[in-house]
């Protein structure tokens, strides 16, 4: 499944708030893995959407076992691509919003409104930030300058 593309529409339109299509904690943790997704904030906001989406549909008796299931999910994400520091700055993020309500005794759905939540406010938070750095941006880069953009070094 290749990501380079979703949610970047090639006509000037705005984004939707939701990148990507919805896709499970396995299938995000592959394409992950395998960098079907680049760019930093694409990647954090990949995963921070594939862990709302994951809270949204998990299943469980009780808030414990709920929490468990999204800490695990959210683990797994982290760890499929360890050198993509961004990654678990989206899913620590949406984390955090969840951790909160189980802590301070949330029901399954109090926990899983706050993770879901937190994951879409995530998404579009981002993507309002990368549409204000554009505006900023379009306004200081004139035609003709030459821009040099690093996106990733490998170590050998």
């Known amino acids: 499944m290749q990501h380079g593309s979703r949610g970047d529409p090639k006509d000037g339109k705005e984004a939707s708030k939701q990148e990507f299509p919805s896709v499970s904690v396995e299938q995000a943790y592959d394409d992950l893995k395998a960098m079907r997704v680049h760019g930093a ?5 990949f995963a921070a959407q594939a862990l ?4 949204k549909d998990a299943k469980a008796r009780t808030s414990k076992e709920y929490w468990g299931l999204v800490l695990r999910a959210g ?4 760890s499929a691509r360890p050198t993509a520091v ?7 993020y949406v984390l955090y919003g969840g951790r909160t309500s189980f ?3 949330g029901s399954v759905e109090d926990i899983r409104n706050a993770t879901v939540n ?5 998404v579009s938070s981002s993507l309002d930030a990368v549409k204000i750095i554009g505006e900023i941006g379009a306004k200081r880069v004139k035609n003709g300058d030459v821009i040099i953009t690093i996106a ?3 170590r050998p």
């Open 75 to 78: 683990e797994r994400l982290r």
């Open 118 to 122: 937190t994951a879409s406010d995530f």
């Open 52 to 55: 709302g989406d994951y809270a």
């Open 41 to 45: 904030g694409r990647i954090a906001r």
């Open 152 to 154: 990733t070094a490998r």
């Open 103 to 105: 802590e301070s005794g």
């Open 86 to 92: 961004s990654l678990p700055n989206g899913v620590n």
